[in-house]
């Protein structure tokens, strides 16, 4: 077996002694020591989570303010190819930042929050891994019309699963009004008398009903142990995180999409509004639209491999004859299915669900077929 | 009479007579996590000692294995063919990976015993 590297120095989020007091095995993750798994392992938290509740510390993830003194949506447009002028107050859209080519900087989630002190505030969350390139990308291009504020004293916590709703109803009044995709300001009164304001979006990255709750960090503890108290609710740590994700057909950055990928060839063109695509105005509409009329040249799908032996990222997909016609970009063991499963970008005349094509393993062809994304059906609450 | 060592990669032998039963150490088990696939060398095959034999890859990832000796196989486990998480119940024992043949029994001396095994995993920490 291989060694495993000592880690360097890392930065903690607000839950690290609650990570290593539930014997949490820390790893580095974009700067951050975060928990891979906990002693049940990650096929037990993934099937815990799509059964019940898992809660993730996400706190590494960026969160930020973006605020004007009027029409910060439309000046946010200017970065993003997503509709946000036409989010109401509490509603929630993903969209990405895209470069002048068309390549993506980050994917993000936007809510419209409600003004505050005269401004009009966007929430942003952004990835861990990008947050610094994204705040100062953000700053740098919209200087003098936007103001923004990275938040840099709240924890994020992620409550997944379909029974996540009834584990916050006690704590957080209104739980069941949100729809998928919104959001609410909130007060949460936990166990031990723990108080505190908390920014409650009915959203997440598992596929699962669920939530993100954006918290102060001083109470973050607390509010995670009040939550952990719950019989329904164990934790769960970036593995189940990452395989969770896979099975939703959801694209992870750096892996599937970066600044070589456009939104187009990545599938996310459902997160592209209608007037966006038909005006333009963000970087990279040249080749978006040129790629939704003529088709892009490679597109990422979804495919199922025969056998057990998983394809990992960077795995080259040919087809049944021996052509090269891709790479995979993400790959693992599905724990819902439990079969192999990858997201691998292929030239696109192979994208169609059922086109046989054959995945190299360590120099062996295994037959896979491409899907229909997702691999495990989402089950979302839309009220 | 069995003698048991330990390599540096985390591999266990056991060794009764010329043949040797080769796995993988619980503290490697536990660093892997949950294993959901094997693949084991086809019997027949010659290995050199530290040479690649096996490859187990968890959810998360996967990690070679090592030949602790150099030998031939003469058997491998097809049972964690079906059942790979065999490896994390019971690493040191239904979870055995293959048996060689040795063909160098004096390579014994470079490994550890139980004892220098249990030192060296304590300094990873």
């Known amino acids: ?383 | 009479m069995s003698i048991v060592k330990y390599t540096k990669e985390h591999e266990w032998v056991r060794v009764e007579g010329d043949i040797a039963t080769v796995g993988i150490t619980q503290y490697a088990q536990e660093q892997l996590g949950d294993v959901v696939f094997v693949e084991l060398p086809v019997v027949g095959k010659g290995l050199n000692q530290n040479g690649e034999a096996a490859v187990v890859e968890s959810v998360k990832a996967a990690s070679d294995v090592y030949a602790p000796l150099s030998g031939e196989v003469v058997e491998v486990n097809s049972a964690l063919e079906s059942e790979p998480a065999l490896i994390n119940q019971d690493p040191e024992g239904k979870g055995w990976f293959f048996k060689l043949k040795l063909s160098a029994a004096a390579e014994l001396d470079d490994l550890m015993d139980s004892e220098g095994y249990k030192a060296f995993v304590e300094e990873q920490h």
């Open chain 1, 1 to 383: 077996m291989a060694q495993i590297e000592p880690s360097a120095q890392l930065l903690q989020t607000p839950l690290f002694a609650l990570h290593q007091r539930l014997g949490g095995r820390m790893v580095p993750f974009a700067g951050y020591a975060l928990p891979v798994q906990y002693p049940t392992g990650i096929i037990a938290e993934h099937l815990w989570t799509r059964a019940h509740a898992g809660l993730f510390d996400v706190s590494h993830m960026g969160q930020a303010w973006l605020t004007a003194p009027f029409e910060v949506a439309e000046a946010f447009e200017r970065l993003v190819p997503g509709d946000i002028a036409s989010l109401d107050e509490g509603h929630i859209r993903y969209t990405q930042l895209t470069t002048d080519d068309g390549g993506i900087i980050d994917d993000l989630m936007v809510t419209r929050a409600a003004a505050h002190n005269g401004l009009e505030r966007l929430f942003l969350v952004v990835n861990a891994s990008r947050k610094a390139v994204d705040f100062v990308h953000i700053a740098t291009a919209l200087d003098g019309i936007v103001r923004l504020t990275p938040i840099e004293d709240r924890a994020l916590l992620a409550l997944q699963g379909p029974e996540a709703a009834a584990v916050l109803a006690p704590y957080i009044n209104d739980i069941d009004m949100l729809s998928f995709m919104t959001a609410l300001d909130a007060r949460f009164t936990g166990h031990d008398g723990i108080e505190g304001d908390v920014l409650v979006s009915r959203s997440g990255y598992t596929g699962e009903d669920g939530f993100e709750l954006s918290v102060p960090a001083a109470i973050a503890t607390a509010f995670a142990e009040s939550l952990l108290r719950d019989a329904r609710v164990k934790p769960a740590g970036l593995g189940a995180r990452d395989s969770l994700r896979l099975e939703a057909g959801l694209c992870l950055y750096g892996q599937d999409i970066d600044e070589t990928t456009s939104p187009v060839e990545a599938g996310l063109v459902w997160s592209i509004g209608k007037r966006r695509r038909e005006r333009g105005g963000f970087p990279g509409f040249a080749r978006i639209a040129r790629e939704l009329a003529n088709k892009p040249s490679r597109r990422l799908v979804g495919l199922k491999l025969d056998g057990r032996a998983p394809a990992r990222h960077g795995a080259a997909v040919e087809t049944p004859d021996g052509t090269r016609i891709g790479e995979v970009t993400s790959g693992g063991f599905s724990p819902s299915l439990g079969l192999p499963i990858a997201l691998a970008y292929v030239a696109f005349a192979y994208a169609q669900p059922g086109t046989a094509l054959t995945i190299i393993v360590r120099d062996k062809p295994l037959a896979a077929e491409v899907v229909r994304l997702p691999f495990v059906p989402h089950r979302y609450v839309r009220r």
